[in-house]
Each structure stands twice: as structure tokens, then as C-alpha cells.
Nanobody, 126 residues
Framework: VQLQAFGGGSVQAGGSLRLLCRASGDTNRGTGMGWFRQAPGKAREFVAAVVWSGDTTYYADSVKGRFTISRDNANAKNTVYLQMNSLKPEDTAVYYC??????????????????WGQGTQVTVSS
């Protein structure tokens, strides 16, 4: 399985970006997909996730109400979007998408994801 993230860029505070993550290969083994980010000098942190069962979504408190994760369609298991609105300078980071390949475990933790994309840079200026 390979994942590619697209859509990063530079925006001013208050602006919007939409990230796309596309998985290829045997994506049927996945149970959900998530987004994480890592800012310079900081640890990777959870941003948002969607699990296929029940189309349940999860968000970090820092992005709740501003970011929305969705999949391409109700049955898609290989494409997710992250719509990011009201962006803040503290959202600046490299954003990574990941495929959760196992049942169980919290979608908020990186250790339940088996496949990772290469990352896309998001820069928000004040």
C-alpha cells in the first residue's frame, strides 16, 4: 500500500486549504485513514481520522470546528480529504496521512497505522 498526500501550500491566517490523501494497492486491508502533523522541533500529533465502520470521525481539540475529514464517497477506502478552514499560524506543519490497517486501537494514536504518506507542507502566515 502506498499513500500520497496533496494540497499543501502557503496561506494567510484565516484562509483555507484542502488536503487530499490517495492510497493505492491493497487498500481493502484498511479500516480507516488519519491525518497527523509535525511542526519543526515538535513531536508528531494527531489531527483527524475517519474509520470506515460507521463513518466515525475523530478530531484533535485544537482543530475541532475548523477542520473536516471526509472520504471521497460512502464506500471509498482509498481517498480522504482534510478541509482546513480558519487556519492559524500554529497549524503550520508537515501533514501526513496514514492508513489504519487493523481493527481495534484508538484512531488517535499513530501506532495503529501501518502505512504512511510522504507528507505535505502547510504554512500559515500571520
Amino acid at each position: 500500500v502506498q499513500l500520497q498526500a496533496f494540497g499543501g501550500g502557503s496561506v494567510q491566517a484565516g484562509g483555507s486549504l484542502r488536503l487530499l490523501c490517495r492510497a493505492s494497492g491493497d487498500t481493502n486491508r484498511g479500516t480507516g485513514m488519519g491525518w497527523f502533523r509535525q511542526a519543526p522541533g515538535k513531536a508528531r500529533e494527531f489531527v483527524a481520522a475517519v474509520v470506515w465502520s460507521g463513518d466515525t470521525t475523530y478530531y484533535a481539540d485544537s482543530v475541532k470546528g475548523r477542520f473536516t475529514i471526509s472520504r471521497d464517497n460512502a464506500n471509498a477506502k482509498n481517498t480522504v480529504y482534510l478541509q482546513m478552514n480558519s487556519l492559524k499560524p500554529e497549524d503550520t506543519a508537515v501533514y501526513y496521512c496514514a492508513l489504519k490497517g487493523r481493527y481495534g486501537g484508538s484512531a488517535r494514536y499513530g501506532n495503529v497505522y501501518d502505512y504512511w504518506g510522504q507528507g505535505t507542507q502547510v504554512t500559515v502566515s500571520s
